[in-house]
T-cell receptor, first 114, second 113 residues
């Protein structure tokens, strides 16, 4: 079946530090891959996505590259800010289902201190 | 951007009672809405797909008679947890489809005593 595994948090960093949140997946065929972010008291928001192998999704300084050979989609940011503190969810949708049938990881909480 | 609201944000009820949770798309119409459930330190699990004007499609293992879904208009879907028990305590999240994306509500924390 389809599943997503992401690193358990919380991840605690100082401002301007480099961020990596690991995400690996198991899926049949070639799914689309997503990162969602949830700020306190708000709904999940799409952060970035990639729909095929070697695609790089990027937004707000965050990047993730779809690696078919390692079935990974790790989230990175070169210099985090306090405002990046949130919960980050890695997700996939199976081939040809668009944004439907999303399968989520457990979420990783990021805490950035000044 | 598209906004989805949920009401209430928190609810505490006694075992055996029913609880209704509302999900509204505030600035767009949504033919399709989704209901998820999240246990502590676990993934969001899709419970059902709600289609305006027709019956919801439930995922395997989700009891249709326990989790009643009504999508009566293009901006409102409701989830009713019937005869709630402590094991139904969880975080319930809805999303609404504004093709091709899903937009998520902030969630409802249900505690059954």
């Amino acid at each position: 079946g389809n599943s997503v595994t992401q690193m358990e948090g919380p991840v605690t960093l100082s401002e301007e530090a480099f961020l990596t949140i690991n995400c690996t997946y198991t899926a049949t065929g070639y799914p689309s891959l997503f990162w969602y972010v949830q700020y306190p008291g708000e709904g999940l928001q799409l952060l970035l996505k990639a729909t095929k192998a070697d695609d790089k999704g990027s937004n707000k300084g965050f990047e993730a590259t779809y690696r078919k050979e390692t079935t990974s989609f790790h989230l990175e940011k070169g210099s985090v800010q306090v405002s990046d503190s949130a919960v980050y969810f890695c997700a996939l949708s199976p081939l040809n289902t668009g944004f439907q049938k999303l399968v989520f990881g457990t979420g990783t909480r990021l805490l950035v201190s000044p | 951007g598209a906004v989805v609201s949920q009401h209430p944000s928190r609810v505490i009820c006694k075992s055996g009672t029913s609880v209704k949770i509302e999900c509204r798309s505030l600035d767009f119409q949504a033919t399709t809405m989704f209901w998820y459930r999240q246990f502590p330190k676990q993934s969001l699990m899709l419970m059902a797909t709600s289609n305006e004007g027709s019956k919801a499609t439930y995922e395997q293992g989700v009891e249709k008679d326990k989790f009643l879904i009504n999508h009566a208009s293009l901006t409102l879907s409701t989830l009713t947890v019937t005869s709630a028990h402590p094991e139904d305590s969880s975080f319930y999240i809805c999303s609404a489809e504004d093709t091709p994306e899903q937009f998520f509500g902030p969630g409802t924390r249900l505690t059954v005593l």
